[in-house]
């Protein structure tokens, strides 16, 4: 389960996928594929959550990571660069992008 706190040293990578409601399912099935059989079993990974609008024409996926590098090794292996031309196929866009948490409201997780 994630676990969104300012007092972690987790790498958080929130990326958006717009696609048409057409393939929104297509591309929810490839996306927790590659989380069920290959994502959650790399080095680093702790969790990730998938998210769909009303409109089925977006997608927010947000993961953690024990490092940066430890997302990007992952990027770089052979089979996540094949399952990212099958998911580019299925939406119009992609874009991963690599946070620090600033805030968390309530913080349940502050020690002061």
Not at 18 to 41: H, N, R, V, W
Not at 98 to 108: L, N
Request: hydrophobic letters at 35%.
């Amino acid at each position: 389960m994630p676990r969104i706190s300012g007092d972690n040293s987790y790498q958080t990578v929130i990326t958006t996928f717009e696609m048409t409601p057409g393939t929104c399912q297509d591309l929810l099935d490839e996306l927790k594929d590659a989380y069920a059989s290959f994502i959650s079993q790399q080095p680093g990974f702790i969790a990730a959550g998938l998210h769909v609008n009303d409109a089925q024409t977006r997608i927010a996926n947000y993961s953690q990571w024990r490092r940066r590098d430890d997302f990007q090794a992952m990027l770089r292996t052979d089979e996540m660069r094949r399952r990212n031309r099958r998911i580019a196929e299925l939406c119009k866009s992609f874009e991963p992008v690599m946070y620090e948490v600033a805030a968390t409201y309530p913080d349940k997780f502050s020690t002061g």
